[in-house]
């Protein structure tokens, strides 16, 4: 099981980024995604947390990106995407998707409060927001 995270780079403000995250070893039918970020000296931020298996009412936006950022789904690849929209400074940080590979019908925001429950992160990719 692996997550292959893709997709970062420097952007200026009010800019956009699509960042994707491959999974291979399982699909994300059923289990529930998560995107993280971690901004030098602070600690790490769930910022989106979907369960596919309850499907879009479960979706979780942190109040940071809530109306900026969304959430997609490639099944063909296999891939979820985190479209990121009207990026700020402070947005500036890596960025990781997780999985939880158990099938629940709990809630995003249950799931991105708790990001020792996910069974397996990506690698990070680095979003820098600059102008």
């Known amino acids: 099981v692996q997550l292959q995270a893709s997709g970062g780079g420097l952007v200026q403000p009010e800019g956009s980024l699509r960042l994707s995250c491959t999974a291979s070893g399982f699909t994300w039918d059923d289990y529930t995604i998560g995107w993280f970020r971690q901004a030098p000296g602070k600690e790490r931020e769930g910022i989106l947390c979907y369960n596919s298996a309850v499907g879009a009412g479960s979706t979780y936006y942190a109040d940071s990106v809530e109306g900026r950022f969304t959430v997609s789904r490639d099944n063909a690849k296999n891939t979820m995407h985190l479209q990121m929209n009207n990026l700020k400074l402070e947005d500036t940080a890596v960025y990781y998707c997780?999985?939880?590979?158990?099938?629940?019908?709990?809630?995003?925001?249950?799931?991105?409060?708790?990001?020792?429950?996910?069974?397996?992160w990506g690698q990070g990719t680095q979003v820098t927001v600059s102008s």
């Open positions: 997780a999985a939880y590979t158990k099938r629940t019908y709990d809630s995003g925001l249950y799931y991105c409060v708790r990001p020792y429950m996910f069974d397996y």
